[in-house]
């Protein structure tokens, strides 16, 4: 069974920064892309961030583009997303998500992602 748990949301004054952390278990991991994705309140959920399994390669969304860092621990089984300069827009829920081994497809697309956390809240206030 495959269990992904976000940890580090919180409350954060506009500016401030926040690690969130995802530890995956039940799956290989380490040939498993991952994503992390946010909706907030009356919104669709979106993209954010992703790493690839295959070369490490980091895709973000214009929205976190040079505020964020995604980066993976494969021997740990963990997934962390950095974000710098936060503002009142980042406020929402943000999920950890991943694929199914060895895939190969978009990673900005949710749809894509066969496995998703619970959550973790992270609102900034102005």
């Known amino acids: 069974q495959v269990q992904l748990v976000e940890s580090g949301g919180g409350l954060v004054h506009t500016g401030g920064s926040l690690r969130l952390s995802c530890l995956a278990s039940?799956?290989?991991?380490?040939?498993?892309?991952m994503g992390w994705f946010r909706q907030a309140p009356g919104t669709e959920r979106e993209f954010v961030a992703a790493?690839?399994?295959?070369?490490?390669?980091?895709a973000y969304a214009d929205s976190v583009k040079g505020r964020a860092t995604i980066s993976r621990a494969n021997a740990k089984f963990t997934v962390d997303l950095q974000i710098d300069s936060l503002k009142p827009e980042d406020t929402a829920v943000y999920y950890c998500a991943a694929t199914k081994s060895l895939a190969d497809v978009n990673i900005y697309s949710e749809d894509n992602y066969s496995y998703w956390g619970q959550g973790t809240q992270v609102t900034v206030s102005s």
């Open positions: 039940g799956l290989t991991f380490s040939t498993n892309d």
């Open positions: 790493i690839t399994w295959r070369n490490e390669y980091r």
